[in-house]
């Protein structure tokens, strides 16, 4: 099991913005996590990638090296006065990571970001920004991917760059938790879905089956 | 850990370099001091060595704060603190990166404001060079590993944050009052009796903020908004 949460619970003053939320993710799976805005969503994946500590109920990941994981937030953690190649060397090197030149110009390429590399990364568009974000993720090869509408400011070319990205880390092994308010689109990627609503996990189950839940639903 | 705080070192002196923005006011603040007390001076009025050297440590003080201030603003532009906490290195790192990058950002920032002690505040230095090199590299130390912590507290937005840096930084008094004496013994040349004393009081308050850096960082730079 790559990742255990266990009645986690999370409260902003004394309003719950949820609780009892147990889930397990295994390796090679992609769990879709829905909700309307404000269910908690982005809160409860800040949980699982340890930035935020639950107030009740325990989250635990058992990644076989400490750092393997790659979190895609809401903002780019970019360094604007860098240019794109100094900002995957920095993170590299942060990470310990023994990296060639070639190695990050590949990393570019394969983000459609080579073209770009010397260039200041505040001078990025939200969309290119988010993919100097992804190749900061996919140098470090992660076991665990946690992703928060990644897809964010992207144009049709860079989401199916991402969705392929997606299945081919779920293929090498990661496990990945994926926010999404494109349903149709991302829920036949998925293996499990996830719905927050009311403050607790409304559903829990195969895409499949909330695929088929969602057709009834609007039915 | 050293290599990330190497790495974390140069990466802010290359960005806050390119900035310029930071850097700037830090020195201009520093100079400004100095030449408001230059006019405070009547026209056959001396500055004593102790006064100049206060106002020279004032004027490093000042520019230490923007200086920390800027540096841990360069975390918060597109929520990088989010990432360097998810790192597999021990935030210290992220302490002792900035602490390194400070420290140095604050010699240059004295390396201008020496000579405008001298030529705003009409200071003759007659101590060796040595003696003065021993003292702003002792004092810078302990200036710098504090620094680096109320750096981290004041990007901080809970009120109880605001407050741990008012009570932090009357803990620099002490260090400074040293750094002043010995700062005085520098520019006078007089030797003073009780330098040694005073030399010990700047290493012992050295390590108590070293100590601080290290056991402290960790929760405060964790703590969640």
Request: proline letters at 3%; a neutral charge.
């Given at each position: 099991?790559?990742?255990?949460?266990?009645?986690?619970?999370k409260?902003?003053g004394?309003?719950?913005?949820?609780?009892?939320?147990?889930?397990?993710?295994?390796?090679?799976?992609?769990?879709?996590?829905?909700?309307?805005?404000?269910?908690?969503?982005?809160?409860?994946?800040?949980?699982?990638?340890?930035?935020?500590?639950?107030?009740?109920?325990?989250?635990?990941?058992?990644?076989?090296?400490?750092?393997?994981?790659?979190?895609?937030?809401?903002?780019?953690?970019?360094?604007p006065?860098?240019?794109?190649?100094?900002?995957?060397?920095?993170?590299?090197?942060?990470?310990?990571?023994?990296?060639?030149?070639?190695?990050?110009?590949?990393?570019?390429?394969?983000?459609?970001?080579?073209?770009?590399?010397?260039?200041?990364?505040?001078?990025?568009?939200?969309?290119?920004?988010?993919?100097?974000?992804?190749?900061?993720?996919?140098?470090?090869?992660?076991?665990?991917?946690?992703?928060?509408?990644?897809?964010?400011?992207?144009?049709?070319?860079?989401?199916?760059?991402?969705e392929?990205?997606?299945?081919?880390?779920?293929?090498?092994?990661?496990?990945?938790?994926?926010?999404?308010?494109?349903?149709?689109?991302?829920?036949?990627?998925?293996?499990?879905?996830?719905?927050?609503?009311?403050?607790?996990?409304?559903?829990?189950?195969?895409?499949?089956?909330?695929?088929?839940?969602?057709?009834?639903?609007?039915? | 850990?050293?290599?990330?705080?190497?790495?974390?070192?140069?990466?802010?002196?290359?960005?806050?370099?390119?900035?310029?923005?930071?850097?700037?006011?830090?020195?201009?603040?520093?100079?400004?001091?100095?030449?408001?007390?230059?006019?405070?001076?009547?026209?056959?009025?001396?500055?004593?060595a102790?006064?100049?050297?206060?106002?020279?440590?004032?004027?490093?003080?000042?520019?230490?704060?923007?200086?920390?201030?800027?540096?841990?603003?360069?975390?918060?532009?597109?929520?990088?603190?989010?990432?360097?906490?998810?790192?597999?290195?021990?935030?210290?790192?992220?302490?002792?990166?900035?602490?390194?990058?400070?420290?140095?950002?604050?010699?240059?920032?004295?390396?201008?404001f020496?000579?405008?002690?001298?030529?705003?505040?009409?200071?003759?230095?007659?101590?060796?060079?040595?003696?003065?090199?021993?003292?702003i590299?002792?004092?810078?130390?302990?200036?710098?590993?504090?620094?680096?912590?109320?750096?981290?507290l004041?990007?901080?937005?809970?009120?109880?944050?605001?407050?741990?840096?008012?009570?932090?930084?009357?803990?620099?008094?002490?260090?400074?009052?040293?750094?002043?004496?010995?700062?005085?013994?520098?520019?006078?040349?007089?030797?003073?009796?009780?330098?040694?004393?005073?030399?010990?009081?700047?290493?012992?308050?050295?390590?108590?903020?070293?100590?601080?850096?290290?056991?402290?960082?960790?929760?405060?730079?964790n703590a969640?908004?």
């Amino acid at each position: 099991m790559l990742l255990r949460l266990d009645k986690v619970a999370k409260f902003y003053g004394r309003k719950i913005i949820f609780k009892g939320v147990s889930l397990e993710l295994e390796a090679g799976r992609i769990l879709l996590l829905c909700g309307a805005n404000g269910a908690g969503k982005s809160t409860l994946l800040k949980i699982m990638a340890g930035l935020i500590r639950p107030d009740a109920g325990r989250a635990a990941h058992t990644l076989t090296t400490n750092g393997r994981l790659g979190y895609m937030g809401h903002q780019t953690f970019i360094y604007p006065a860098m240019n794109a190649l100094e900002n995957l060397r920095f993170w590299a090197g942060m990470h310990g990571l023994e990296y060639r030149a070639s190695d990050l110009a590949a990393l570019l390429q394969r983000v459609n970001l080579l073209p770009f590399a010397a260039e200041k990364a505040g001078a990025f568009s939200r969309g290119m920004a988010q993919r100097l974000n992804l190749a900061r993720i996919l140098l470090l090869e992660p076991e665990l991917l946690l992703l928060d509408e990644p897809a964010t400011g992207m144009d049709a070319p860079s989401r199916a760059m991402l969705e392929a990205e997606i299945i081919a880390a779920a293929a090498r092994g990661a496990g990945i938790v994926w926010i999404s308010h494109s349903l149709e689109a991302d829920l036949p990627r998925a293996h499990q879905a996830a719905l927050l609503e009311g403050g607790r996990l409304a559903f829990l189950g195969s895409a499949t089956d909330y695929a088929r839940l969602l057709t009834g639903a609007g039915a | 850990m050293i290599r990330a705080a190497l790495l974390m070192a140069r990466k802010d002196l290359l960005l806050l370099c390119a900035r310029g923005a930071g850097l700037a006011q830090a020195l201009l603040l520093g100079l400004l001091l100095l030449f408001i007390f230059s006019l405070a001076r009547g026209i056959a009025e001396e500055f004593s060595a102790q006064a100049a050297s206060a106002v020279f440590w004032m004027a490093t003080l000042f520019c230490q704060v923007l200086i920390f201030n800027a540096l841990y603003a360069l975390e918060e532009d597109n929520g990088q603190r989010q990432a360097l906490l998810m790192l597999p290195v021990p935030e210290q790192s992220i302490w002792a990166g900035k602490g390194l990058a400070g420290m140095v950002i604050l010699l240059a920032a004295q390396g201008v404001f020496i000579p405008a002690t001298v030529v705003f505040l009409d200071q003759d230095i007659q101590g060796g060079l040595l003696g003065g090199l021993r003292l702003i590299l002792t004092a810078d130390l302990g200036l710098a590993a504090a620094g680096s912590l109320l750096g981290a507290l004041a990007q901080g937005r809970a009120a109880r944050e605001s407050l741990l840096s008012v009570i932090i930084f009357p803990l620099l008094l002490p260090l400074l009052l040293a750094a002043i004496r010995l700062g005085a013994e520098a520019i006078s040349g007089a030797g003073l009796e009780e330098a040694e004393n005073w030399f010990r009081l700047l290493l012992v308050f050295d390590g108590l903020f070293l100590a601080a850096g290290l056991a402290l960082f960790g929760f405060i730079y964790n703590a969640q908004e």
